[in-house]
């Protein structure tokens, strides 16, 4: 079973950064991609940012240029490095592997970013 765990999100001002981090951990570790979903009140959740088997990446476009997603290998850890933050990237911020395709099983508890002045 792999278990993931975010940490990293909090308040921040309008133009502020965050980094987002995702640790896995569990027996039989086999995710081949990683990502990152975002819900926001009354929203569906949608993914934000994925990273996969040799180091791609993809980015929904109202972040791209602003959020970097990377992955520490020997960590077992995911990052979401989010610069200018703007009030309508406020959500939960939710961790998701999977051993093939994303979304894939696993799910963290998800931590909320709070864009406001």
């Known amino acids: 079973q792999v278990q993931l765990v975010e940490s990293g999100g909090g308040l921040v001002q309008p133009g502020g950064s965050l980094r987002l981090s995702c640790a896995a951990s569990?027996?039989?570790?086999?995710?081949?991609?990683m990502g990152w979903y975002r819900q926001a009140p009354g929203k569906q959740r949608v993914l934000v940012a994925g990273i996969f088997r040799g180091g791609l990446t993809n980015y929904v476009d109202s972040v791209k240029g602003r959020f970097t997603i990377s992955r520490d290998m020997a960590k077992n850890t995911v990052y979401l490095q989010m610069n200018s933050l703007k009030p309508e990237d406020t959500a939960v911020y939710y961790c998701?592997?999977?051993?093939?395709?994303?979304?894939?099983?696993?799910w963290g508890k998800g931590t909320l970013v709070t864009v406001s002045s």
């Open positions: 998701n592997g999977a051993t093939r395709f994303l979304p894939g099983d696993y």
């Open positions: 569990g027996s039989g570790l086999s995710i081949s991609a």
